[in-house]
T-cell receptor
Framework: AQKITQTQPGMFVQEKEAVTLDCTYD???????LFWYKQPSSGEMIFLIY??????QNATEGRYSLNFQKARKSANLVISASQLGDSAMYFC??????????????FGQGTRLTINP | DAGITQSPRHKVTETGTPVTLRCHQT?????MYWYRQDPGHGLRLIHY???????DKGEVSDGYSVSRSKTEDFLLTLESATSSQTSVYFC????????????FGPGTRLTVL
């Protein structure tokens, strides 16, 4: 069974600093994908970034980048120049194959990030 | 905005009563999912659908059933609600093809007294 571990229940960072949110995963499938989602206090789930296991380069999306270390089975999210609006819950998730091409997501427990002014 | 709505958005019910949550999408996506979110657990998959009348169980399916009689609607039913089913329920969709990410609806907060 696939498993996602986020070891940081909470993180506190000063505004404008960079922050790294940790995520480790466990799978025996050579083809997999890793996702990060943001959940602000309003409750919606917002997709941030995706990394495929065969992607040659680390994924980047604006201020978000994914530090993908395949041998260590880690997929850490890096947020550069943090902003007050980055305060939220962040979830790492892994794709798991379902029937007929469906892709299920297995989530970690999440990390609550607080940006201090 | 992936055109996903959930209804109701909030519901309070009593133990033993049946409850149905609705997920509606407007963009003809093939794959639809129901997750529940509880403190300390992140989101966990309840059931998913890979087409009309095609569904499969997820990690935490006990006590839940689903139906998908048309592409746009995916219903989650609690036949006899229990307090352990108090949770926030999210519906999600995924397009087939290149795009991999799932897009989530706004969530339904269900309280079972």
């Amino acid at each position: 069974a696939q498993k996602i571990t986020q070891t940081q229940p909470g993180m506190f960072v000063q505004e404008k600093e960079a922050v790294t949110l940790d995520c480790t995963y466990d799978t025996s499938d050579p083809s997999y994908g890793l996702f990060w989602y943001k959940q602000p206090s309003s409750g919606e789930m917002i997709f941030l970034i995706y990394q495929g296991s065969y992607d040659q380069q680390n994924a980047t999306e604006g201020r978000y980048s994914l530090n993908f270390q395949k041998a260590r089975k880690s997929a850490n999210l890096v947020i550069s120049a943090s902003q007050l609006g980055d305060s939220a819950m962040y979830f790492c998730a892994m794709r798991e194959n379902g029937l007929q091409g469906a892709q299920k997501l297995v989530f970690g427990q999440g990390t609550r990030l607080t940006i201090n002014p | 905005d992936a055109g996903i709505t959930q209804s109701p958005r909030h519901k309070v019910t009593e133990t033993g009563t049946p409850v149905t949550l609705r997920c509606h999408q407007t963009e003809n996506h093939r794959y639809m999912y129901w997750y529940r979110q509880d403190p300390g657990h992140g989101l966990r998959l309840i059931h998913y659908s890979y087409g009309v009348k095609d569904t499969d169980k997820g990690e935490v399916s006990d006590g839940y059933s689903v139906s998908r009689s048309k592409t746009e609607d995916f219903l989650l039913t609690l036949e006899s609600a229990t307090s352990s089913q108090t949770s926030v329920y999210f519906c999600a969709i995924r397009e087939s093809g290149v795009l991999n990410e799932q897009f989530f609806g706004p969530g339904t907060r269900l309280t079972v007294l």
